[in-house]
């Protein structure tokens, strides 16, 4: 036993020679510098992505707001589009214009005949609305009547001349 002792003695002893005695903080230094390197870039990264998931956040909210102006406006413009043409508004408006209902209509036959036979739109009277006495007033002291044109094309002579024609009908 004495020989294993002395060996590890003698092991030690040449260690104890390599390594000084004492606390060595030089080789703990770099280690220490690591750790707080590591640490530190560790909290701005996560830092920097708290605060690019926040700045995402509000895009969000943001897109989510203007979202939801834009289908009220969409759907308020609708509701317009919708109250203008339904069938009393659109006649109104046209009354409103100066226009009247058409009366029978003339077809042209592919052959360039006619089939029926046309008719002059006259205005009738308007059954939603009566025209107040100042407007019809108004009205006829700044138009002037119509002069009655010539009577409306025969067949005959609508059927000499062909009908127009577009490509793609």
Do not use: H
């Amino acid at each position: 036993m004495t020989r294993t002792a002395e060996q590890t003695k003698g092991r030690a002893g040449r260690l104890t020679r390599l390594m000084p005695a004492g606390p060595s903080t030089a080789a703990r230094t770099p280690f220490v510098l690591l750790v707080v390197l590591l640490l530190a870039g560790g909290l701005i990264s996560l830092l920097l992505l708290n605060s690019a998931l926040n700045e995402g956040s509000f895009k969000l909210s943001k897109l989510k707001r203007e979202t939801t102006e834009l289908t009220d406006e969409q759907q308020a413009l609708q509701r317009d589009v919708d109250s203008y043409s339904q069938p009393d508004a659109l006649e109104r408006r046209a009354r409103q214009l100066g226009m009247v209902p058409g009366g029978n209509p003339a077809f042209l036959n592919p052959d360039g005949t006619v089939r029926g036979v046309p008719e002059r739109a006259t205005a009738g009277p308007s059954p939603a609305v009566a025209p107040t006495p100042e407007a019809n007033a108004a009205t006829t002291a700044t138009t002037a009547p119509a002069e009655p044109s010539a009577a409306a094309p025969s067949p005959t002579a609508t059927s000499t001349t062909p009908p127009p024609t577009s490509p793609g009908r």
